[in-house]
């Protein structure tokens, strides 16, 4: 079946600070791979996707690229900020069925 | 324009009682699907209709969860007989279409804890 794998959390950094989450997957067929994104308080947010290989999806200065080759989904940032601190969710879609399959998720603070 | 919106947001219940969860997503979108995600944990699936149609059923837990979507805008989540490990956040989403790559916009989620 699908599945995701996030590196395990939480992971603390300074502002400004250069940022990898790491995400493999696991899946039949040829997903769709998303970052969703949950700041404090608030619901779940689509932040990027990339719907087949070598895509790069990118949005607020966050940026992953689909490897197929690797099975991954990176999410990468050059500079993170204090509101960047939030929960972050990598997912996949995959086949006919529309459901998103998640990774555990990783919890993201920066400080000052 | 409005979100999703889940209502109750927190709901405490003893362990044997039942619950209903309701959904409202965004005006005009076809299909609905709820998530359950527990303490620590990514959302689950567990189930998804297009229009009034319950069209995958597969993550739902046991027969004790029922959803409906009756007149195909407003759903039910419905837990029987509640028990501790139903505790969790029940997560709705929304897309415009059934089309394969269709943003699925979520709501707040409602909080249950069984006690």
């Known amino acids: 079946g699908n599945s995701v794998t996030q590196m395990e959390g939480p992971v603390t950094l300074s502002e400004e600070a250069f940022l990898t989450i790491n995400c493999t997957y696991t899946?039949?067929?040829?997903?769709?791979l998303f970052w969703y994104v949950q700041y404090p308080g608030e619901g779940l947010q689509l932040l990027l996707k990339?719907?087949?290989?070598?895509d790069k999806g990118s949005n607020k200065g966050f940026e992953a690229t689909y490897r197929k080759e690797t099975t991954s989904f990176h999410l990468e940032k050059g500079s993170v900020q204090v509101s960047d601190s939030a929960v972050y969710f990598c997912?996949?879609?995959?086949?006919?069925?529309?459901?998103?399959?998640f990774g555990k998720g990783i919890t993201l603070s920066v400080r000052p | 324009g409005a979100g999703v919106s889940q209502s109750p947001r927190y709901k405490v219940a003893k362990r044997g009682q039942d619950v209903a969860l309701r959904c409202d997503p965004i005006?005009?979108?076809?299909?609905l699907f709820w998530y359950q995600q527990a303490l620590g944990q990514g959302p689950e699936f567990l189930t998804y209709?297009?229009?009034?149609?319950?069209?995958?059923k597969s993550g739902l837990p046991s027969d004790r969860f029922f959803a409906e979507r009756p007149e195909g805008s407003v759903s039910t989540l419905k837990i029987q007989r509640t028990q501790q490990e139903d505790s969790a956040v029940y997560l709705c989403?929304?897309?415009?279409?059934?089309?394969?790559?269709?943003?699925?916009?979520f709501g707040p989620g409602t909080r249950l804890t069984v006690l």
């Open positions: 989403a929304s897309s415009l279409r059934r089309d394969y790559y269709n943003e699925q916009f």
């Open positions: 899946a039949t067929g040829y997903p769709s």
């Open positions: 990339a719907t087949k290989a070598d």
């Open positions: 997912a996949l879609r995959s086949g006919a069925n529309s459901k998103l399959t």
């Open positions: 005006s005009g979108h076809v299909s």
């Open positions: 209709f297009q229009n009034e149609a319950q069209l995958d």
